[in-house]
């Protein structure tokens, strides 16, 4: 029986999932967090699905082990892959994460609306669906940005080389007139401003941080693991990496601004 005063455990194939971890520490004040990078086998995007389950499998007997009352797959690609096999073998809460596609087709004006985001969400079943679904109304273009992911892996988010391969993924999508474009990897966020400049002021970018957060506190109310006694206290964080500690380490101390804080190396 889970109780209101367990840890939630977050984790990303590398550092994307801190842009997610991000917006949960600021809506959910209350709760305290377990996140794990697993920056070794970073990116997932290029992995089959059994590889992907396999690596999701080990970080959720992590987070068992910790105690955590609820998951949050901070993951595009990872829970294309595998959320719904985790959902049967684990009896915890697990949240997944979706490219914002329906928002976006409900939204457009344009009537074409672009993707960024990794083979493997592509490949999902969520995704398929979804577009399925909306394919007769809205033309959705898309395309695979790589080489974003393993640039934020080094800890590179600005430059020539950052803006060079945003105008590589953003130049056709904006010749095909799309007014929406969706982040569909936490990664992507890392280089929103440079991706909103280069889009310019008639393309929306779109992600999925604020979803995924109000589903994490909408499905903590629903099973009464909300934690609201402690919400004046101080947070409680912890921080693990299967890859460098020093580039996570930054960003835990510049992006999420929390100080004297360790990442700790985790292989699994």
């Known amino acids: 029986?889970?109780?209101?005063?367990?840890?939630?455990?977050?984790?990303?194939?590398?550092?994307?999932?801190?842009?997610?971890?991000?917006?949960?520490?600021?809506?959910?004040?209350?709760?305290?967090?377990?996140?794990?990078?697993?920056?070794?086998?970073?990116?997932?995007?290029?992995?089959?699905?059994?590889?992907?389950?396999?690596?999701?499998?080990?970080?959720?007997?992590?987070?068992?082990?910790?105690?955590?009352?609820?998951?949050?797959?901070?993951?595009?690609?990872?829970?294309?892959?595998?959320?719904?096999?985790?959902?049967?073998?684990?009896?915890?809460?697990?949240?997944?994460?979706?490219?914002?596609?329906?928002?976006?087709?409900?939204?457009?004006?344009?009537?074409?609306?672009?993707?960024?985001?990794?083979?493997?969400?592509?490949?999902?079943?969520?995704?398929?669906?979804?577009?399925?679904?909306?394919?007769?109304?809205?033309?959705?273009?898309?395309?695979?940005?790589?080489?974003?992911?393993?640039?934020a892996e080094l800890g590179i988010f600005s430059g020539n080389e950052v803006n060079e391969n945003i105008e590589l993924y953003i130049n056709p999508l904006k010749k095909e007139n799309v007014d929406k474009i969706v982040l569909g990897c936490t990664h992507y966020a890392f280089f929103i401003d440079s991706i909103k400049k280069i889009a310019g002021e008639n393309i929306e970018i779109i992600d999925s941080a604020q979803a995924v957060t109000k589903r994490t506190k909408d499905i903590l109310i629903l099973n009464r693991i909300f934690n609201t006694q402690s919400i004046y206290s101080t947070q409680k964080i912890e921080f693990y990496t299967s890859g460098n500690t020093k580039i996570i380490q930054n960003l835990v101390e510049t992006y999420l601004n929390i100080k004297n804080n360790i990442v700790q190396y985790l292989l699994l």
């Open 1 to 151: 029986m889970c109780s209101m005063k367990q840890d939630i455990g977050v984790f990303d194939s590398g550092i994307g999932g801190l842009t997610i971890l991000k917006e949960l520490i600021t809506s959910l004040s209350g709760e305290s967090f377990i996140y794990f990078a697993d920056s070794k086998n970073a990116p997932y995007g290029i992995k089959t699905a059994e590889e992907i389950l396999k690596l999701s499998e080990k970080i959720l007997d992590f987070f068992i082990q910790k105690n955590c009352k609820l998951v949050v797959i901070a993951c595009n690609t990872a829970t294309a892959a595998a959320v719904e096999e985790l959902r049967k073998k684990y009896a915890i809460p697990i949240i997944g994460l979706e490219p914002a596609v329906k928002p976006a087709c409900l939204s457009t004006k344009t009537g074409k609306i672009g993707v960024l985001a990794t083979e493997g969400t592509f490949r999902g079943n969520h995704f398929k669906n979804t577009s399925e679904k909306y394919k007769d109304y809205v033309d959705i273009y898309l395309q695979v940005a790589k080489q974003l992911v393993e640039l």
